[in-house]
């Protein structure tokens, strides 16, 4: 895991310029649409659904908006038909990477997948070459300034949490899939607000990246991030704090 709270919070930092990017929304109802064809339109009964409609509503998305990619997932609406598909490779520094993407072209997501590797210093790998070395789980995090460290251990295990963890002043809590939301609950019902809240991949080891090799990866992260079929993007590099502030800078963020 180490690492994933600094990346976390640089993505989530990122999200308003995004926005005005229109990416947010558009991976937002690709989301919705396939959450939708594929678990049905009953939140409480889609948890992948119910998680897009949060998102959606955290973006401040159009009740139009989400209503219309609802409908696209159902049929109820024409539309182009998305493909989940999924990507794996290697970053400067040998770092792992996942790559989840929604398309109505695979070969030219493929394509700009493999350019965006080959030029940011890594390589697109078979299927499967690094997928063993993350798991899905829930992640939450929130800053340590919120609460004590002993309540937080308290509601977060007594709720189902695997782990608690705290590193550079922030709290990070894995679950497993089916407790995340148990979890989620608990805490929010203390009026406490996350820095993140999401279903992620997390690595089971991690590679630690430096200087020029560090600031190649992040930014080869970001660049598939801004792909307009990009979904997510997960790396298992270790990259510390000042790194990311050059990186940060150079990026003029």
């Not at 290697?90 to 770092?95: A, D, E, K, N, R």
């Not at 598939?224 to 050059?246: G, H, P, R, T």
Request: proline share 3%; charged share 30%.
């Amino acid at each position: 895991m180490s690492g994933h709270s600094k990346w976390s919070s640089i993505k989530h930092k990122k999200a308003a310029t995004d926005a005005k990017r229109g990416k947010v929304f558009s991976t937002i109802v690709s989301e919705i649409v396939v959450a939708a064809r594929t678990g049905g339109v009953d939140p409480d009964a889609n948890p992948r659904l119910r998680m897009a409609l949060a998102k959606a509503k955290e973006a401040n998305m159009p009740a139009d908006n989400i209503k219309r990619a609802i409908q696209r997932g159902t049929g109820e609406l024409p539309g182009t038909i998305l493909e989940e598909v999924a990507y794996e490779g290697y970053g400067p520094g040998g770092v792992a990477i996942l790559v989840e993407a929604v398309t109505d072209n695979k070969n030219r997501t493929s394509s700009n997948v493999r350019h965006l590797f080959n030029k940011g210093g890594g390589n697109l790998g078979e299927a499967g070459c690094v997928g063993w070395m993350f798991r899905k789980r829930g992640y939450l995090s929130l800053k340590e300034e919120a609460i004590a460290e002993d309540e937080i251990f308290e509601i977060a295990l007594e709720a189902g949490a695997e782990d608690v963890k705290t590193e550079e002043g922030v709290y990070e809590i894995t679950t497993s899939v089916p407790d995340f939301e148990n979890v989620k609950q608990a805490i929010e019902g203390r009026g406490l607000a996350f820095e993140v809240a999401e279903i992620t991949m997390l690595p089971t080891t991690s590679v630690k990246l430096t200087g020029k090799e560090a600031r190649q990866a992040l930014r080869l992260v970001e660049n598939l991030e801004e792909d307009d079929d990009v979904q997510q993007v997960y790396a298992n590099f270790d990259i510390s704090s000042e790194d990311i502030k050059k990186w940060e800078a150079e990026s003029g963020e």
